[in-house]
């Protein structure tokens, strides 16, 4: 149901340039000197700077060997099954941290500090399942396993706050993503453009670019879209003559009712007050 295990005690690797696979476990690990190439889900995962990298179940993971280079890693690897999870809170909560999805492809960079705290709680896991097991061990071993997921979830959102390079690029994207949506004619053939289509364009998953939207904006992914909706609304109620309902239509509602509705939720005004006022 757990387990630790040591990089350095794997003597064997297989015969291949690559393998592909797929765990039946959560996986968490740390890697040192892992001159590997990897691949979560269809695309590269970065070990560059980060050593710490986190897998769900049923996901898959694969490794492409340089032959000219001996794989010397050292590090561990904690194994969890999910019914080891099995009627305790973190069975769904787990699920909450963004750093087991595919769309999380880099590594956790530890500081040195960081990298002692998150190994202890693995080392004291160990030594819980490895001692006499009693109606109390499953309990401590959660605990720490929730600790440890806590730790890291910490320590990502301070990875995310130092590379406010690449966050700023995604903030950018999402703009430009948005504008075009909104200038094009997707609005009345698709209507408003949903959180997993602006995902999906940023190569991201929903939970993912929501949380960093959250950190950076303090907004979600759903208010970025109406924001910039409700800044078309205003356009176009201040410079046209279109009607409310044209406007509604135009901006991919079926009902008008609907457009006045969210209008008035975010400016305080319904579009013909706001009309009335500008003009």
Request: glycine share 4%; net charge negative.
């Amino acid at each position: 149901m757990i387990s630790v295990i040591n990089f350095e005690s794997i003597k064997t690797l297989p015969n291949a340039e690559s393998i592909s696979l797929v765990f039946d476990f959560y996986s968490i690990s740390l890697k040192r000197n892992f001159n590997a190439r990897m691949k979560y889900g269809q695309q590269e995962y970065d070990f560059d700077e980060g050593i710490m990298f986190f897998m769900s179940p049923g996901q898959v993971f694969g490794i492409a060997f340089d032959k000219e280079k001996e794989l010397k890693h050292s590090g561990w690897l904690l194994l969890i099954h999910p019914d080891f999870l099995w009627n305790t809170p973190l069975a769904k909560t787990i699920k909450q941290y963004e750093y087991f999805s595919y769309s999380v492809h880099e590594a956790l960079f530890l500081s040195e500090k960081e990298e002692t705290t998150i190994t202890s709680l693995v080392q004291n896991m160990e030594l819980e399942y490895h001692s006499n097991i009693d109606k109390f061990s499953q309990d401590i071993i959660i605990a720490q396993v929730e600790l440890l997921l806590n730790y890291a979830d910490r320590f990502y959102h301070r990875q995310f706050i130092t590379r406010k390079i690449t966050n700023h690029k995604i903030l950018d994207r999402l703009e430009d993503i948005l504008t075009e949506y909104f200038t094009s004619d997707n609005l009345v053939k698709k209507g408003l453009p949903t959180v997993q289509y602006i995902a999906e364009t940023l190569n991201v998953s929903p939970g993912y670019l929501s949380g960093l939207l959250k950190m950076l904006t303090g907004q979600s992914t759903q208010q970025h879209i109406h924001d910039k909706l409700i800044e078309k609304a205003k356009e176009k109620l201040s410079a046209t003559d279109l009607s409310v309902s044209e406007i509604a239509y135009a901006l991919g509602f079926e009902h008008s009712q609907s457009f006045s509705k969210l209008f008035k939720t975010k400016t305080k005004l319904s579009p013909l007050e706001f009309r009335q006022s500008f003009n």
